[in-house]
């Protein structure tokens, strides 16, 4: 097994000169999405127009729900598969920017994903607004080799476009919804539908076409909506759909906590993580409760709940009246990695430090980040860290022990800890000040969307679930662009989570 990168440097792909050979998978141009530029912002502007209008998601999914209910597809959504009782799965979130980052995964993807009976897109299929002429290089191309389905929840950029090319892709070949009747006059919803992005009246008239890249039997998935459930084995898989803004409407609400009663172990796939950064995010369900209510119903026999939508990987063991419920974010399949330095000292839910894990390494993200700034602002000298440097500061700051010992412990200077601050770098509890919590939200919310790079270390991942009877062993691989590690993608986390017995 090879060197991770809690183990070395070069196990977290830093110094290698022999690039992966993902590019010879890539189409010959690539269109490089750029988060500061207008022209792609405007186009996803749904979800700011949704949290200032009114959000129609709910609406909208209802009438998509109906139309495949209508179409035969089953009432209870749920997906029954003949998979024995010991079966693996992967689950791969953020995918579709169509360029190197998510190429990069691919090779290890499909090592690794070997005998593996299905997998998951865990959010955002598609960049930047999910339309359909980009599912040909951001979907099909990339995962053609994978042998088997392929099921999927949106993310709010499947959204922008009101979800219509997913489920093309993904629902049958689910026909556009009739036009609703224009809404009053000089109303926030009158106001919100003459601004909203609409797709192009020419959008997928290359679907059919890129539909061959992933034409095998074997490879076929067909699921009842947005959201669904997969009967697999021991296990039931709970695919939820958060929408533009991160909720669940009430008629998906009141189906989850249907199909969560029961007492066979249960795995939720959300789009929206329920821990993310150190914080809660139980998940509002209109009319009342939340997401993480059903989650932790002992009665309900969950055991996990992964989501995507932040671009890294995270795991919180959170320990629910004497049961321990992991919950995972695992969205670094491919879009612009979200940072982890800026993760504070985590203390939630009784979580602390020592039972945390992510990756990329908060040192490995500030060292990352450091470099693309001094790039990206002419400044090199003052705002590139070395990993050694970013992983001793990182430590000084949080009060814990280095993640990986460096080679020779770098000396902390006032510009080491000068760069950390302007990148947001976390803190502990006992040092917050009124400077740097503003920081890390303005860096946080402003910068780390942009920060598309294309040259390694990428510190991509996603996730492999063997099932037993007994257990799920939950391995999370990582993806960095270099060779080694396409070779032999290593295990940066891995967790045994037993299940129930029923």
Known sequence: MSDSSRDTAEGAGWGSTRLGEYKRLMPPEVEKISWLNPKTLWAARNGVLASWFGD??????????????????????????A?????????????GEGDD?????????????QDTRFAVVASDVIYPVGSADDYGTKFFRPYQDYPAPIYAIPGNHDWYEDLGAFMRVFCDDAPPL????????????????LLWHRPRTTDGQHLDSARELRAKPSQQAVQPGPYWAVDAGPLRIIGIDTGLLGTLDAEQGAWLREVSRGPRPKILITGSPLYVDGEHHPCAIDGGGTVDDIVRDPEHHYVAAIGGDIHNYQRYPVDV?????????????????HATHTIPHVSVADVTEKDFRCYPLRGDSLAFYSRLYGRRLHLRRFFTLT???ATAVIAERLGI????????TPRITFRTRLVASLLGAGGRPDRTSRFRLPVRKIYTQLFSPSSATY???????????????????????????NLAQEIDPPVEDEVTIPLPRT
């Not at 980052?101 to 994903?113: D, E, K, N």
């Not at 919950?327 to 990695?337: E, I, P, R």
């Not at 022990?401 to 020779?408: Q, Y």
């Open 455 to 481: 040259s390694p270390p990428f510190f991509k991942c996603f996730l492999r679930l063997d099932v037993t009877p007994e257990a799920v062993r939950l391995r999370c691989f990582a993806a960095t662009g």
């Open 401 to 408: 022990p280095p993640t990986r010992l460096p080679g020779e």
């Open 321 to 337: 009246d004497g049961r321990t419920i992991q919950y995972v974010v695992s969205g670094g399949g491919g879009a612009f990695m």
């Open 83 to 95: 998979d024995p009782e010991r079966f693996s799965f992967m689950v791969i979130g953020d995918t």
């Open 178 to 193: 009739e036009p609703e009747p224009a809404p009053r006059p000089l109303t926030g919803a009158w106001l919100r539908s």
């Open 101 to 113: 980052p998510q190429y990069a995964v691919v090779p290890g993807f499909l090592r690794i994903s």
């Open 56 to 81: 129609p998601t709910g609406r909208t999914r209802s009438r998509w729900v109906a139309q495949r209910t209508a179409a035969g597809a089953p009432a209870d959504k749920v997906i029954r598969r």
């Open 387 to 389: 990993e050694a440097e």
